[in-house]
């Protein structure tokens, strides 16, 4: 295959990052390189001014708002708002329960939910796992009952991303409870100020706090708000959840990652001398940078194979950029923490004293975050099995 972009390519790219400077506030941007905090605010103006260019929902088909972008274009535009970096847009909402409305969902719900979606107008999160029904998601026992034209919906999501940002939800509920566990449960979307819905922060081990548990009592739902056929939704979640996986190696936050502990590296000085000078440091910072590469090249490929697995399903060869992107982004903080060394300690009085060394207080809690990466959008071991499976045969 031909790994090299087109002319086209190469000015869709440059259009992109023109785009990226001249619309992405300094203040965002500048949170983002260092791993800050970016508020609700700010990435919400930010995707209304992606939205009013039409690229927000880049991905939907044409007659949704989508651009008719191919599968490159939506590579390299994506990598290029990684590696500026600027937000991409809501997974839950875009590329998530989006699809699965104009997919599943009947006219009334795409004329009302898919504008919302793309203006940000709604913050969705996702109400799938349970604190019993986490990598075995059709364990879930959170139950819908069916009251005339309304939903009772009983039990508790855990893990929950965002959720004190969101104002919907889309939920995997058990609606027949006689049926098989991967039969039998549906998917219903309401909204997360409903009498009856509770959301409590978990705090992360970076003293973050990015996830929810959502306890739902006797939450009083239209029935109208079921999307597709009842007992249909274990289907639903799988079609979800194969809508862009190219995108889930992050190879440009790597990239940038690496550029920065490049520029870092210069000035950071260990024995008298730059980092950047010490042969054991350029050794591993080598050898990421030659895997990241290899990623790069094997997502490529991936993107150039996509369409031939069906709508919605996945190249099971995904999964391998799953967990190289997951080494890859935990290889790029461990390398910052060992740079910095004991500046990157969180509240030292070194971050006190030093305006410019301030930034290095985000490093360990940086460090920590990505642990999680190996665990969320499937584990390490899940990908392995279907590796196994899929792509090997065994």
Known sequence: MDLVFTKEEQAFRQEVRQFLRDNVSPQMRHKMIQDRHVSKEEMVTWWRIL???????SSWPKEYGGTGWSSVQHYIFREELQMYPAPTPLAFGVGMVGPVIYTFGNEAQKKYYLPRIANVDDWWCQGFSEPGAGSDLASLTTKAERRGDKWIINGQKTWTTLAQHADMIFCLCRTDPRAKKQMGISFIVFCLNSKGVTVRPIQ??????????VFLDDVEVPYENLIGEENKGWDYAKFLLGNERTGIARVGVSKERIRRIKEVASDVKSGGRPMIEDPAFREKLA???IELKALELTQLRIVADEGKHGKGKPNPASSMLKIKGTQSQQTATELLMEMIGPFAAPYNEHHESSEAMDWTAQIAPSYFNNRKVSIYGGSDEIQRNIIAKAVLGL
């Open 51 to 57: 939205n009013k260019k039409g690229w927000n929902v």
């Open 287 to 289: 050898i990421s940078e």
């Open 204 to 213: 992360t081990i970076d003293g973050g706090h990015e996830v929810n548990e």
